[in-house]
């Protein structure tokens, strides 16, 4: 899950964020700023086999997951602390009869509890708070990856410098990101090769902000006697302002595929 987006729902704290995810996200498959076939793209040109090892952390529905287990016949495993979104995950997972390949966690990722090398990919899009972040899910990879293997990770970039007052209403400071090339350092730093990258569109952004203000505008017109529907809809409305003032033209979002070295 975006990480603009776990400041969005912090910013909504009349509710439970889950069900803000939820509502917020329907229709949408994959939870990111990122377009369909750009996901889909990037799945079929990943090199696993059917005795590929997967881990998706803050898999949310798992829809990654799902592409990647019915594409490779592999194995997987997803962990997100969202219980309704693992309990969706898992229904459609055995409904795709796949659920004999993909375990999915209800629970607080704990990088500390698993052996080393012991993955051909890791993932993690949009979603390093559940870690610590990008440079703590980078170096935790790094150590669960097999050489040779991979690491997707998907985060936040500033596009320009943060205004002031965009920062005052995300309620965070200037290093809550890097730059995309301050992602791509990082990651070089820590001895990883890039293998791609994507930097997600304008038209991507717009259709992944449209579609998410859209979802609870509907839910506010369609319940109006819901006793959180006031507050949804002016926090909606607050944020939709703030990111065509701001956000826009500030806050990027980048997939960066990785090759841990052999």
């Known amino acids: ?106 629970e607080p990722f704990d990088g500390g509890s698993l052996p080393d090398r012991s993955y051909d990919l890791a993932a993690c899009i949009g979603s390093t708070h559940a870690i610590t972040d990008l440079e703590g899910a980078l170096c935790l990879f790094a150590r669960l990856v097999k050489p040779g293997g991979l690491v997707l990770v998907g985060d936040g970039y500033w596009q320009r410098a943060p205004d002031a007052g965009y920062l005052e209403f995300l309620g965070c400071t200037a290093d809550a990101y890097r730059t995309h090339s301050g992602n791509l350092a990082l990651a070089q730093d820590l001895a990883f090769e890039v293998v791609a990258t994507h930097e997600t569109s304008a038209d991507e952004w717009a259709q992944y902000e449209d579609s998410y203000a859209s979802n609870i505008e509907r839910f506010v017109e369609a319940n109006p006697h819901d006793p959180e529907a006031p507050a949804m809809a002016r926090k909606i409305r607050a944020w939709r302002d703030a990111y065509l003032r701001w956000g826009k033209d500030t806050l990027g979002f980048g997939l960066y595929l990785l090759k841990v070295p052999e």
């Open 1 to 106: 899950m975006l990480h603009s987006m776990i400041l969005k729902e912090r910013a909504c704290q009349y509710m439970n964020r889950e069900r803000l995810s939820a509502i917020a996200h329907e229709g949408i498959e994959f939870w990111n700023p990122v377009a369909t076939e750009v996901c889909e793209r990037w799945i079929d040109n990943l090199p696993l086999t059917s005795e590929s090892e997967v881990l998706d952390v803050g898999c949310g529905r798992a829809a990654l997951l799902f592409r990647i287990v019915e594409r490779f016949g592999c194995r997987a495993v997803g962990v997100d602390i969202a219980e309704s979104s693992i309990a969706a995950a898992t229904a459609i997972a055995a409904a795709r009869s796949i659920d004999a390949r993909l375990q999915l966690k209800c």
